[in-house]
């Protein structure tokens, strides 16, 4: 269980909100010339196995009954990075709650990685040409976009990190804080960690804070399960979290969800794996999850 509890107002009676991870800018080609490029300290040949120092988030807001076609269009783009040889990986989330969404999460250790998958892709003018005609499909079924960039938060984040090629659902809590009020969500976030340590030990989550494309300050708390049964066991965990504070844990909880926090959001996600680009190796770990078989055409006779 992540704090997403800690949003709740006082008496301590904290709802349960639990938020896990990776695209770019506009327009699209761009966008992943800028970001595809998770080079550095092991990201550029495989999924991460430790909290990335810097996400991308690529955010779509899929038109209502175009879903279908939003999916069969974003298979393209890992389709191109494969043909290209491209190590740069990323996991696309649909949402489960909330808006109609696809979300495309891009690990990145720097931006000097960033600049120099620029120049990598701006090299590729036939993998360019097939961005440019992915993104002019895509935009007949997007309502709407956002790209932000988040840094990573290490020290409010807790437990082990997923195996991603094992993950399938993510739960992601926004948290809106009120400027200069970031001192008290720390403290927030460290108290109910502290209670998580003691009462639930399993638990598991990562913090990250927006520093480009979204208001400031906004926090995002990421969780995962590898089966959504597990979510069973991510609020029982919360809830042992919440009765587990101290007195003066409690407190501090009290005192950001009254003076600190502006709103909070959590919403659910399953990972696409045809929208996802990931390594042969993560493929691997479960081919049927990961290059699900198409469904055969129907074939109608005519008369």
């Not at 989550?205 to 906004?218: K, M, N």
């Not at 089966?227 to 504070?245: N, R």
Request: aromatic share 10%; glycine share 4%.
């Amino acid at each position: 269980m992540n704090p997403g509890h800690l949003s709740a107002a006082p008496p301590l009676k904290l709802p349960p909100e639990v938020g896990h991870l990776m695209r770019t800018v506009t327009p699209r080609v761009a966008l992943f010339a800028l970001t595809l490029c998770a080079s550095g300290q092991g990201y550029a040949q495989d999924m991460p196995t430790s909290q990335p120092r810097f996400l991308t988030i690529y955010r779509e807001e899929v038109k209502i009954g175009r879903s279908a076609e939003h999916t069969k269009i974003e298979s393209g783009w890992p389709a191109a990075y494969e043909r290209a040889k491209s190590p740069d990986y990323y996991l696309a989330f649909v949402s489960m709650t909330g808006p109609n969404e696809a979300w495309f999460v891009v690990p990145q250790q720097s931006h000097a990685s960033i600049a120099e998958g620029m120049k990598r892709d701006d090299a590729d003018p036939v993998l360019s040409a097939e961005l440019a005609r992915l993104q002019r499909a895509d935009a007949e079924v997007l309502t709407n976009s956002r790209t932000m960039q988040a840094m990573a938060r290490p020290d409010l984040s807790q437990g082990n990190f997923p195996d991603l090629a094992k993950t399938r659902f993510f739960e992601i809590t926004w948290f809106r804080v009120r400027p200069g009020h970031e001192a008290q969500f720390d403290a927030a976030v460290k108290a109910y960690t502290a209670s998580a340590k003691r009462a639930a030990p399993d638990a598991s989550w990562r913090t990250y804070e927006i520093i480009a494309g979204a208001p400031s300050p906004t926090f995002l708390i990421f969780a995962s399960v590898d089966s959504y049964a597990d979510f069973d066991k991510m609020v029982d965990d919360g809830q042992k979290s919440m009765k587990g504070l101290t007195a003066d844990e409690g407190t501090v909880l009290q005192k950001f969800a009254a003076e600190g926090m502006i709103n909070s959001e959590t919403n659910r996600f399953r990972v696409d794996p045809r929208m996802s680009y990931v390594s042969k190796a993560a493929r691997a770990v479960d081919p049927a999850f990961w290059m699900p078989k198409k469904a055969p055409t129907r074939v109608t006779s005519q008369p």
